[in-house]
């Protein structure tokens, strides 16, 4: 990753947890002047950072701006092809429909689809999701993987473990885990939905449109009423702003890795790193199907991804498609 | 030699690893274990039987033994049309069925609609990676073969089109 010395001082502010740092102790660490730290944070102040000053113990970062940095998602990005076309809206109706068009128009493996507000963010069944203005990170991935069609269910458990240790490596004041099938929860509560959706023909995948939203900079009261106590956001459990676009490049990269290693060498390891993460199993879970409810103990995920729950018979049911809560 | 069981537990520790070709000998004996095409062969669900038309009545069968039967339809299907003439949809992937976007929404198509090639059938979802099924044939609905939320599986069909 190639930092430049403004990024250096970003980093500084945000790993403060909100505490002031004084002017002369950033000078002396990266061995610039004053006026250079200064001209810094005028850039950063341009760029949306808003700062307090406090008396005799320097600065305060107390805002991140409200947009994603394109300029700078290519600076952090490790990755060959993931994110290296993104298409950036202010607000879209949802970027997975903008990736169905993509898709129709040939994007190319990798491209990234990511707005600041979705006017009709969707999740499983049409549910309507929540994407608050320049909060959370909304986007969509457009993959293009050499596999069969009935192999790509299981990339949605990839995208789980993708994001889940991207979020380990970035934070350290929570430990997130996948819910079944690719949902991350901290504490029981719901930061990131995943729904991906599949353009194929009988036997060839066209494209899979990855669509992730994560909930990064909301406070509590940003979120409605009746999401309060099932939702919650990464800067609320880290407990300090979060700048969204390292998140992202993070998000990014994790998935190319473990997308190609899903690809070349199948599903195995990365059911392991799925099952690391996992706040499922061991745990008592209420399985709703279109058609019944199934209750029991969550024993194991199969080779291939399926739940499988032991009912209180005894009976152990696989589950394909469900909404999952932990009891 | 090598016991059975240690053969069975090489390959599985292999199999889970990114390794793709193993080598190991003791003893004279060598075991090698090489990876299709670097990739770890995933089972593939084995394709149903297609069942033929005039068994329709009867509910598909799933592998899936848990999955409960859905409940035989009590109408007769109508004989006219020979099974020869009739295109099968099938089901790209193990999953659930569902013949509207959501619970409260129209099915997408019904018996008698008129379909082209790139029209909408049903959506098929496994652990949330939804798949449009397109009919990739122009003509009509002639019967729904599955019920909404049952499970389906790889190649099973879903819809017989007679085309035109």
Not at chain 1, 140 to 149: G, K, M, S, W
């Amino acid at each position: 990753m190639h930092f430049t010395m403004k990024d250096e001082i970003l980093k500084r502010f945000l790993n403060a947890n909100g505490e002031p740092i004084s002017g002369q102790a950033l000078a002396d660490e990266l061995q610039v002047s004053r006026t250079a730290i200064w001209k810094h944070l005028q850039t950063l102040k341009q760029e949306g950072y808003e700062f307090d000053t406090v008396k005799k113990r320097g600065y305060k970062l107390v805002t991140v701006p409200d947009k994603v940095d394109m300029g700078q998602l290519q600076q952090f990005l490790k990755t060959k092809r993931y994110g290296r076309q993104v298409h950036y809206f202010e607000s879209v109706e949802s970027t997975q429909l903008v990736a169905h068009e993509l898709v129709r128009e040939g994007g190319p493996d990798g491209t990234v689809i990511i707005a600041e507000h979705q006017t009709a963010g969707r999740g499983r069944m049409m549910r309507e999701w929540e994407s608050s203005e320049g909060k959370g990170i909304w986007m969509t991935i457009i993959i293009r993987p050499e596999i069969a069609p009935h192999q790509a269910p299981q990339f949605t458990l990839v995208t789980a473990v993708a994001v889940v240790n991207a979020m380990k490596a970035m934070f350290k004041n929570f430990t997130p885990e996948i819910k079944w099938p690719n949902d991350i929860l901290v504490n029981g509560k719901k930061t990131t939905g995943i729904l991906t959706e599949m353009v194929a023909e009988a036997d060839r995948i066209q494209a899979l449109l990855i669509g992730i939203g994560i909930n990064v900079n909301q406070q509590m009261d940003d979120f409605p009423e009746p999401l309060q106590s099932i939702a919650t956001s990464i800067a609320i459990e880290e407990g300090e702003p979060i700048e969204r676009v390292h998140l992202v490049a993070n998000v990014l990269d994790f998935l190319e890795h473990y997308s190609d290693m899903y690809v070349k060498n199948g599903f195995g390891f990365i059911k392991t790193l799925w099952e690391d993460s996992s706040g499922t199993i061991g745990k008592r879970v209420k399985a709703t199907t279109l058609r019944e409810v199934v209750e029991g103990e969550a024993i194991s995920i199969t080779e291939n991804g399926v739940l499988q729950i032991r009912q209180a018979n005894g009976e152990v049911k696989g589950i394909y498609s469900a909404d999952i809560e932990i009891l | 030699m090598f016991k059975v069981q240690e053969i069975r537990e090489i390959i599985k520790l292999v199999d889970a690893s990114s390794i793709d070709e193993f080598v190991y000998e003791a003893d004279g004996a060598k075991v090698k274990l090489k990876k299709k095409n670097g990739v770890t062969e995933v089972v593939a669900p084995k394709k149903v039987e297609e069942a033929p038309v005039a068994q329709v009545a009867a509910p598909a069968p799933t592998a899936v033994a848990s999955i409960p039967a859905p409940a035989p339809k009590v109408e007769t299907p109508a004989p006219v049309e020979n099974a020869a003439d009739l295109h099968k949809i099938t089901s790209p992937m193990v999953g659930t069925f569902y013949q509207s976007p959501n619970p409260e929404a129209a099915p997408y198509v019904k018996v008698g609609d008129k379909v082209g090639d790139e029209s909408i059938v049903c959506i098929v979802e496994a652990m949330k990676l939804f798949n449009e099924i397109e009919a990739e044939i122009k003509g009509e609905i002639v019967e729904i073969l599955v019920q909404d939320g049952q499970l389906v599986e790889y190649g099973q069909p879903l819809f017989l089109v007679k085309a035109e």
